[in-house]
């Protein structure tokens, strides 16, 4: 099986901007989750979609927000963007049968 | 709030070594713990998933342990081999099966 992939892999943006950022999850997988890894504060949980719904959000300002297809491909998109956002965001996916969570690549996006 | 701690934050053995990581949390109601490796730059491989009920799991060469009323697990790799460095990430699942809160990792670096 293909593992869970992440596009784009690499993002430059101007402060100000908006940005949105793709996963597709592993064939069968119907939950995704979204996390931030920062250098200052590590891998944070941002939020959790399961069957197009958001089960779960973490501690992030409504500027980040997400979605989920019906083919449970999952978009992230962040708004106005900060220097502070700078970071890699990866996404996981996990099947139905188990909590183990199986992450992409990440996309590293830097804002300048 | 979980809070999971990771000790040492740092680790250099020579190849061949068995060794043990630390992982605890504060919080012990807890949905299942899972530790992850991360290469520079790349996302997560998930190494073992130790649910709540479970007092460990083994996969080859690692051994897991959770010990939910003392908020600690143990990751031990026997007979270390250069392949294995990375940092070793600990994550605990609490507010949701699927929503992990993580530690700050230890770096392990095995000489040959």
């Known amino acids: 099986k293909a593992g869970v992939t992440q596009t784009p892999r690499y993002l430059i943006k101007t402060r100000g901007q908006q940005v949105t950022l793709s996963c597709s999850p592993i064939s069968g997988h119907r939950s995704v989750s979204w996390y931030q890894q920062t250098p200052g504060q590590g891998l944070q949980f941002l939020f959790e979609y399961f069957s197009e719904t958001q089960r779960n959000k973490g501690n992030f300002p409504g500027r980040f927000s997400g979605r989920q297809f019906s083919n449970s491909r999952s978009e992230m998109n962040v708004s106005t963007l900060e220097l502070g956002d700078s970071a890699l965001y990866l996404c996981?996916?996990?099947?139905?049968?188990?909590?183990?969570?199986?992450f992409g690549p990440g996309t590293r996006l830097t804002v300048t | 709030k979980q809070e999971v701690t990771q000790i040492p934050a740092a680790l250099s053995v020579p190849e061949g070594e068995n060794l043990v990581l630390n992982c605890s949390f504060t919080d012990s109601a807890i949905y299942n713990l899972q530790w992850f490796r991360q290469d520079p730059g790349k996302g997560l491989t998930s190494l073992l998933l130790?649910?709540?009920?479970?007092r460990e799991q083994t996969s080859g060469r690692l051994n897991a342990s959770l010990d939910k009323s003392s908020g600690r697990s143990t990751l031990y790799i026997a007979a270390s081999q250069p392949g294995d460095s990375a940092t070793y990430l600990c994550?605990?699942?609490?507010?949701?099966?699927?929503?992990?809160?993580f530690g700050s990792g230890t770096q392990l670096t095995v000489l040959p």
């Open positions: 994550a605990v699942a609490s507010g949701s099966a699927r929503q992990l809160t």
């Open positions: 130790i649910q709540s009920s479970q």
């Open positions: 996981a996916s996990s099947p139905v049968d188990s909590y183990e969570q199986y």
